[in-house]
């Protein structure tokens, strides 16, 4: 059973990618560059850290989105905004620099938790990017992620914060992008009455 729900949740995170790719093709969505440059790059080491520490079907759900991560900022170049704003030059310094705090730390657990605080960088100028402009983004993709994170926690069996901590994390950025396009999409029709 456990094996199904970690499937489950990594195709979850994977078919979530679709309608994305889809909208970044049909120009209705425009990707965050430093974000999904950011993602790609912990996709890897969170995917690595989990599975050192000993994650098997919950690994299903960070493979799969890690493919994920890996075609968006593909896209990302193309079709997306920002990459060279101040923010995104110093999102992308710090993360950096958490990057190399990462490898002298030479612990797996220490790697995912510097790894989420970088992602949070990431997760964080999506979701101002998202705010100032909403129709950048669909609610799709983040919500499908935030079912699939939710799946790979289920996936663990015996509770180990270890392994659930990072796709709780998953769950929670990706809710702050879901509110973010939300509120964006309030505060903008509140400027047009």
């Known amino acids: 059973m456990l094996k199904a729900i970690g499937i489950i949740s990594g195709l979850l995170a994977l078919i979530s990618y679709i309608p994305y790719t889809k909208d970044i093709l049909a120009k209705n969505v425009k990707p965050e560059r430093a974000s999904w440059l ?52 110093l999102a992308l310094i710090v993360a950096g620099l958490g990057l ?29 990017k998202t705010y100032e402009h909403p129709d950048t983004e669909t609610y799709t993709m983040w919500v499908l992620v935030c079912i699939a994170s939710l799946l790979a926690i289920g996936s663990i069996g015996k509770f180990n914060a270890t392994l659930a901590i990072y796709p709780f994390y998953i769950f929670v950025a990706n809710a702050v992008v879901v509110i973010a396009i939300y509120l964006g999409h309030k505060s903008k029709k509140k400027d047009r009455l």
Do not use: E, H, P
Not at 41 to 68: E, R, Y
Not at 74 to 88: H, M, N, S, V
Not at 102 to 125: E, V
């Open 100 to 128: 190399i705090v990462w490898y002298f730390t030479n612990n797996a657990l220490y790697a995912l938790i510097i790894a989420m605080c970088i992602d949070a960088i990431g997760a964080g100028l999506t979701a101002w």
């Open 38 to 89: 950011i993602w790609c790059v912990l996709a890897g080491i969170a995917f690595f850290s989990q599975l050192s520490k000993g994650a098997t079907q919950s690994l299903w759900f960070t493979g799969l989105d890690s493919i994920g991560a890996f075609v968006i900022f593909g896209l990302a170049i193309r079709f997306g905004l920002g990459g060279i704003r101040k923010r995104d030059t």
